[in-house]
T-cell receptor, first 113, second 117 residues
Framework: EAGVAQSPRYKIIEKRQSVAFWCNPI?????LYWYQQILGQGPKLLIQ????????DSQLPKDRFSAERLKGVDSTLKIQPAKLEDSAVYLC???????????FGPGTRLTVT | AQTVTQSQPEMSVQEAETVTLSCTYD???????LFWYKQPPSRQMILVIR??????QNATENRFSVNFQKAAKSFSLKISDSQLGDAAMYFC??????????????FGTGTRLQVTL
């Protein structure tokens, strides 16, 4: 079974620019998560989807971050405009509906200069 | 809100020896799940072991075992017969039970484990 795919693996942008990350979850996984991992910290949930509906986006900075999951499969996370403090690894994870285990992708390392 | 604390930023162990990583958490829930995840330099989080709070028996997965003390809200990970491939960041994580569909993981700050020859 193929794992969670993410792209790009690395991205460097200047502050105030925009950037988008893509995630393809494991086939059949209804739940998709985006986590932000700042250097030296544990991952923090940004948004959780169940199929194509948002379950939890309480920690998503909605003035600059947006996410969508079309047709309940792939998802994109966008930052516009980026700030220096957005430099982090963005991890995508997926799970079967109601399952305890989340499967993580390799992440995208974002550097904002 | 639930919090997870890992008080050891770094640990070191010699190959073939045993090491214990500490984790404490705070919650008002009586039912929940606890996990240890491994994150190697490749950044991909890998589930090492899980524990359901309603189970008194400590979970074991090959060389990995936990010491779950529910009253003390403590959840330590013991790695036996350490191998070079065990070197990584280890994160303790908490998950609420299946109340509705919200099921995020709350992570600690991690412990970096070095394995020496």
């Amino acid at each position: 079974e193929a794992g969670v795919a993410q792209s790009p693996r690395y991205k460097i942008i200047e502050k105030r620019q925009s950037v988008a990350f893509w995630c393809n979850p494991i086939s059949g996984h209804a739940t998709l998560y985006w986590y932000q991992q700042i250097l030296g910290q544990g991952p923090k949930l940004l948004i959780q989807f169940q199929n194509n509906g948002v379950v939890d986006d309480s920690q998503l900075p909605k003035d600059r971050f947006s996410a969508e999951r079309l047709k309940g499969v792939d998802s994109t996370l966008k930052i516009q405009p980026a700030k220096l403090e957005d430099s982090a690894v963005y991890l995508c994870a997926s799970s079967r509906r109601g399952a305890y285990e989340q499967y993580f992708g390799p992440g995208t390392r974002l550097t904002v200069t | 809100a639930q919090t997870v604390t890992q008080s050891q930023p770094e640990m070191s162990v010699q190959e073939a020896e045993t090491v214990t990583l500490s984790c404490t958490y705070d919650t008002s829930e009586s039912d929940y799940y606890l996990f240890w995840y491994k994150q190697p330099p490749s950044r991909q989080m890998i589930l090492v072991i899980r524990q359901e709070a309603y189970k008194q028996q400590n979970a074991t997965e090959n060389r990995f075992s936990v010491n779950f003390q529910k009253a003390a809200k403590s959840f330590s990970l013991k790695i036996s017969d350490s191998q070079l491939g065990d070197a990584a960041m280890y994160f303790c994580a908490y998950r609420r039970p299946n109340t509705g569909t919200a099921s995020k993981l709350t992570f600690g700050t991690g412990t970096r484990l070095q394995v020496t020859l």
